[in-house]
């Protein structure tokens, strides 16, 4: 097969320093790769560092999939103070004197295991989410606060590594959606204080982590990690027969015949990266007894139809 897109294709693994916001990071790859066809998978806010998936070429369309993976993050929570933007950059909104002494353990492991339990969770108001169209930080600096609905949320584990008078450090394994400065907030809610998330680093984005991530800002081009690569650890896959491959890239439905091995064992509406020749064609869903396809990858193409 023969590769149609020339243009910068894959997948890089950052680890975002605290300051630039995560648009930042992406403005800097597209001088850096020369491309605009840049974006990312799952926001960091500008005071947190480590994993940010950094998409360029067809990888942008692996976003909406690779979003969904769970985050482990390591978060600071600071008692005595808390802030409109939940975190340490916010303005002050309260503050209180704490007493030596006034963290009391099991009034903390009992505020620990209450969110271990969370199934939802209100976001902050100063957030990317859309509200009529408008972002609403964007609302929010403007005095227009949007009132936001508490959303499902899930915790899969959450682990008290330290303690101090004033701060508590956690390390936490999150859902979509979660937001650990919302976490800071509840936190010091349960404790009776105020309270802010006073540092966040990620530690890993779905299969993606900070062990393989390169150092931000670079002086050249990193090397890519492939869109073949990136599906195999992010989503089942299988391969494309030549009937499969010819259906796919005109979005016809397949078959379980189109597939040289049955996904009757995934679950409705489950992605499933199909590959033909190693090669990434389409990321699909089963629907009922067929294939959906949901995005097509030129990098998986060959030049021309294959004759079964």
Known sequence: MTAVNADPCGILIVDK????????????????????????????DPMASGVLVVLLGEATKMAA??????????????????????????????????APGWLDAGALELALQRERERSE?????????KVG????????????????????????????LTTSEGLVEVEMLVSKGYYVRSFARDLGAALGVPAHLAALRRLSS??????EACLWPASEPPPLMSV???????????????VGLNKAIKGQLLSPDDLSACADQLGDEEPIAWLYLGQ???????????YLVKRGFVSGRPARAIQP
């Open 17 to 44: 320093p605290s300051g630039p916001t995560s648009h930042d990071v992406v403005a800097k790859a597209r001088k850096l790769f020369a491309t605009r066809k840049v974006g990312h998978a799952g926001t960091l």
């Open 65 to 98: 999939y690779l979003t969904a993976h769970d985050k482990r993050y390591r978060a600071v929570v600071a008692f005595g103070r808390s802030t409109d933007s939940f975190d340490a950059q916010g303005t002050t909104t309260k503050t209180l004197d704490l």
């Open 121 to 129: 969770q209100e976001p902050p108001v100063f957030s990317a989410l």
């Open 133 to 160: 169209g408008a972002r609403a930080h964007r609302l929010a600096r403007k005095g227009e606060a949007p009132e936001l609905p508490a959303r499902p949320v899930r915790v899969r584990s959450l682990e008290l």
């Open 206 to 211: 779905g299969p993606f982590t900070l062990s």
């Open 228 to 242: 073949e690569e990136a599906a195999k650890r992010a989503m089942p896959t299988r391969e494309l027969t030549p």
């Open 280 to 290: 990434l064609v389409a990321i699909g869903v089963r629907r009922g007894d067929n």
